[in-house]
């Protein structure tokens, strides 16, 4: 992942050299090396902020697919816990007592399809859209794999965004982050200041789900593993940073620990598992976290 402010075109430009893109990344792990640097952060300050206007609301964890390195844990620790359809529903008169106005709302999961009151939440989101905010666009982000996440497509709305995932049953390795490699685990990494975030929250946007409100989904997946139960219990201020999540989540989060694969962490596979995502699976097999409920 690129992260040079302002970079974007000579990104794409060269992601279509593989040498060139290879040589980017490469130079990129060692500047974010340097800028995500506790020493640096003290002085110039956090790198990346959380859009507050964007949200991915996991409303469940159950999926029909087994991706090995799922970024919510879906496959590493199944689970049947959902959203209910009144929190989805307080969630929406919160955002109509703060008169906030989102700009993109995205439903997912886990397969979003197979909670059992997809229908009823879809027509909860649409109505807000519809009555209180025309600008806001509505997304579900679907594997659309087996039958019974087809199914549920010949009863949707065409105003509604349908996102591929692009993932089905034939697993391909190159294909997923290695998101169970905690950057805290690793010496290299040691110095780094992980209140800075990652491109996630400031492009994709806060997370929520059944426990509350998290810096981007993936903070609220890894939550529900390791049970730091601090997810936001509303929608967080426009002045809350939240560097109190990134520096708790974002040190065991592999999408993090990705921007410094190419200089020299040890990473051979991106289904490794470091030890503290090891031992935090151990524990949740054992015991599931009881987390507060948004």
């Not at 992980?194 to 789900?209: A, M, T």
């Amino acid at each position: 992942m690129i992260s040079f402010p302002g970079k974007d075109s000579l990104y794409k430009a060269v992601a279509k050299l593989p040498r060139l893109y290879n040589a980017y990344d490469v130079l990129n792990g060692y500047y974010l090396w340097f800028r995500l640097d506790r020493r640096v952060t003290r002085i110039v300050g956090a790198n990346y902020n959380t859009n507050k206007n964007i949200l991915q609301m996991d409303i469940t964890y159950d999926c029909n697919l087994r991706c090995p390195a799922c970024c919510r844990s879906c496959s590493q620790a199944p689970s049947k816990d959902y959203m209910s359809l009144g929190q989805i529903e307080r969630f929406v008169q919160e955002s109509l007592r703060l008169q906030k106005k989102w700009q993109y709302i995205k439903l997912m999961g886990g397969e979003p399809t197979l909670h059992p009151d997809f229908m009823e939440i879809l027509d909860v989101i649409r109505n807000y859209r519809n009555d209180h905010s025309p600008g806001t666009v509505i997304g579900v982000m679907t594997n659309r794999s087996r039958s019974k996440v087809k199914e549920i497509f010949g009863r949707t709305y065409d105003d509604v965004n349908y996102v591929t995932s692009q993932k089905d049953i034939h697993f391909i390795e190159s294909e997923y982050y290695p998101f169970n490699l905690a950057p805290v685990d690793f010496p290299r990494l040691v110095r780094m200041d992980y209140s800075n975030g990652c491109v996630i929250p400031q492009y994709r946007g806060l997370g929520l789900n059944r426990y509350g409100f998290y810096i981007c989904g993936n903070g609220g997946g890894i939550d529900r593993i390791f049970g730091f139960d601090i997810g936001r219990k509303s929608i967080p201020a426009s002045d809350d940073p939240m560097r109190d999540q990134m520096r708790m989540l974002c040190r065991y989060c592999g999408i993090f620990h990705s921007y410094f694969t190419k200089i020299g962490t040890g990473v051979r596979s991106n289904l490794q598992c470091s030890f503290s995502w090891n031992e935090a699976y151990k524990i949740y097999r054992l015991k599931k976290p009881r987390l507060t409920l948004y």
